[in-house]
Each structure stands twice: as C-alpha cells, then as structure tokens.
C-alpha cells in the first residue's frame, strides 16, 4: 500500500458540464403546456387571469360562504357535518391497507 499513488490516482467523476449554470434573470412568460387540449390552450390568458386576481386578494375569507350553489368550505374537520370527520379503522381495513390491498378481500 502506497498512500501516495492513491492520492494521485484520485476519482474522477465520469460526467463532465460545459460552461457555467446560467439561470434566467426573470422568468419565462407562461404558456399552456404543448400538448394541452386545444380548448384549454385558447383560454389559457382567461386562466392566468382569474389566477393572478386570485393570488392577489389575499387569503379566503374565514366564515363558511357558499360561492356557488350549495358548496361550503370548513377551515376545521369538526366544523363539517359528523359523516365528514375522522374515524378509527377496524382491524380489517387496517390488514387491508397493510397487505397492500391485493391480497385481501373487502368485506
């Protein structure tokens, strides 16, 4: 063992870069993705849009509101109805989720 020699024979990393990281000075200007439907791409200004109005009010108000129709929106999980909450799993459903499901039946 000679320590000299492993020092100079020191690994070298087999993918090499070219040239240094340049990252953009401002970001590039969104645009629907290429294979987006043809629908979406032509109302993709409408989505950026209602987006940035969006972003730009701030966060949404705090009380239950209905925006449209019947729907209502719960900051906590007690404040939904009790069919919403949280229950304790039963043993089946835990063996269930612990096989991985394709060796059990659901019962």
């Known amino acids: 063992m000679h320590p000299s020699l492993r020092v100079a024979n020191?690994?070298?990393p087999l993918i090499?870069?070219?040239g240094k990281r340049q990252w953009p000075a401002k970001p590039e200007e969104?645009?629907?993705h290429p294979f987006a439907p043809s629908e979406l791409k032509q109302h993709f200004?409408?989505?950026v849009k209602k987006f940035q109005s969006a972003s730009s009010t701030g966060p949404a108000p705090s009380k239950n509101s209905?925006?449209?129709g019947n729907a209502q929106v719960?900051?906590?999980f007690w404040q939904a109805p009790a069919r919403f909450w949280?229950?304790?799993l039963e043993d089946w459903e835990i063996d269930l989720v612990h096989s991985?499901?394709?060796s059990a039946k659901q019962r």
């Open 86 to 88: 949280k229950r304790d």
């Open 100 to 102: 991985g499901g394709a």
């Open 30 to 32: 969104q645009h629907p």
């Open 10 to 12: 020191a690994h070298k």
């Open 45 to 47: 200004s409408d989505f």
């Open 16 to 18: 090499r870069f070219l």
């Open 66 to 68: 209905s925006s449209s």
């Open 74 to 76: 719960f900051e906590e």
